[in-house]
């Protein structure tokens, strides 16, 4: 696979079956150090391995100057098994040509030098000439610093799910999150803050045709789009945190 240099003497290149053990390594390392650990969806082996094989799926990797990997980004080409869309009202997420960004980790050694985001744009440029310009994600309301990174990288919360699957008999609160490169969202001028951990309000606020924008610790702004409502006066537009 083709090294492509990232600057910092880093260097990314997309991951293969022969990555497997190296990125299992990785993934049990930041795994291990979070601490809630329900932040993070963890995929079995044969999942990971298919993740690397399939190509359906696309997986990057940074590594430093030793050739040790010390981030990676999961990708879906399509989101026909995450069945978003029937998590959604408030925008119709077309299942083919829809990305869906999965996993992605930084060995904490690394952290602070925005390569969620830089892994993010490298996976959404490489597969733009691909007819792919909408992507979708998902985030646990307790994930602050992804969801910064997400507001960041210019997706809108688009839903709120309280019981999302995580796994075999598991389920997790969950943000869905989505962005049309080509067709941005277009907003009435409307704006309102709600509590974060209030999944009530989020509904309520989407049903009225507002989406997420920005979060601020446990206050998140939310934006109404233009076909939802004429522009009121802020005085109105605030809920109660």
Known sequence: MKKLPMGDGLYY????????????????????????????????????LEQLTSENDKVVGIFNEEGKLIAFRHMELGIERKQL?????????????????????????????GLQNRTRKIMEETLENENFHRATSTVSPYNYFSMKNVFKSGF??????????????????????????????????????????????????????????DVDYDTLTMAQLSEYGEVAAESDLLYEI
Do not use: C
């Open 85 to 113: 869309p029937k998590y959604v009202d408030i925008v119709e997420i077309p299942v083919e040509g829809t990305l869906y960004h999965g996993g992605a980790m930084v060995h904490e050694d690394y952290r602070g030098r």
């Open 156 to 213: 809108a919360l688009v839903g709120y799910v309280e019981e999302y699957p995580a796994g075999e008999d598991m389920f997790e609160e969950r943000f869905i999150f989505f962005k049309d490169s080509k067709n941005p969202f277009e907003f009435s001028g409307n704006n309102l803050k709600v509590n974060l951990f209030d999944g009530k309000a989020i509904l309520k606020a989407l049903s009225e045709g507002y989406v997420g924008i």
């Open 13 to 48: 290149r997309f991951l293969d079956g022969n990555d497997l053990e190296e990125l299992l390594v990785l993934i049990d390392h930041v795994y291990d150090g979070m601490e809630d650990k329900t932040a993070y969806i963890m995929d079995t082996e044969e999942e990971v």
